[in-house]
Each structure stands twice: as C-alpha cells, then as structure tokens.
C-alpha cells in the first residue's frame, strides 16, 4: 500500500503469479466481491493487480473487518482455472493510519 504524491489516492498492489489470464479482473472478496482490481503485467517473476483507494466505501468496509475475518483474492490462471488465496487485513487500519501522517 502507497501513494506516489500526498495528493494522489493511495493503492493497493497485489502481486500474483506470472500465469494470470486478463479474462476476468482480479477480484477482492470480503464477503462478496467489492472490488475488481485492474490487471498490470510486469516483467520478472509477478505480474501485478492494482487497487486504487478513490471509493471512500471500500475503505470503510476494509476498516470494518475484524482482524481475525480474513477476504481473498480471486483471478483465473492461463489454464482458465480459477484461483485464489487468503488475505489477511490484520493491522490494515493502523497501517492506513500511519500512511496518512507521512509527510511526503
């Protein structure tokens, strides 16, 4: 999690596996989805799904989670599999606290 300026959104970065198929976005599960992440191919070992935080909602809804309540993350692989994995939030806000006393 970052932003690039004090002026921007901050994003969310997930790195995947380099076999993801842009099919269908990377999808964030809470407990359902709320949020698809764009899909940015990079170069080496990972490929890359971003998330921008310009929906005061979805940032709402990521504070809300109790830490023990684990989302996930869902993509289709190149074989059309689709995949997924844990994702836990434990220390999300106190995280996105601190981001927000930074000084750039």
Same mark, same amino acid.
């Given at each position: ?8 959104p901050?994003?969310l970065?997930f790195?995947?596996?380099?076999n993801?198929?842009?099919?269908r ?6 407990d359902t989805?709320?949020a698809?992440?764009?899909f ?6 990972? *490929?890359?799904? =971003?998330?921008?935080? *310009? ?11 109790a830490?023990?309540? =684990?989302?996930?993350l ?5 074989g ?18 601190a ?6």
């Amino acid at each position: 999690m970052a932003r690039r300026a004090k002026d921007q959104p901050l994003r969310l970065a997930f790195r995947l596996p380099v076999n993801v198929t842009v099919v269908r976005p990377v999808a964030l599960l809470l407990d359902t989805e709320v949020a698809s992440l764009p899909f940015r191919a990079r170069a080496g070992a990972a *490929c890359q799904a =971003q998330l921008k935080f *310009c929906d005061d909602v979805l940032v709402r809804k990521l504070r809300a989670r109790a830490a023990e309540q =684990q989302g996930r993350l869902e993509w289709v692989d190149a074989g059309g599999h689709d995949q997924g994995v844990a994702l836990s939030l434990r220390g999300f806000s106190a995280a996105l606290d601190a981001l927000a006393r930074e000084v750039l």
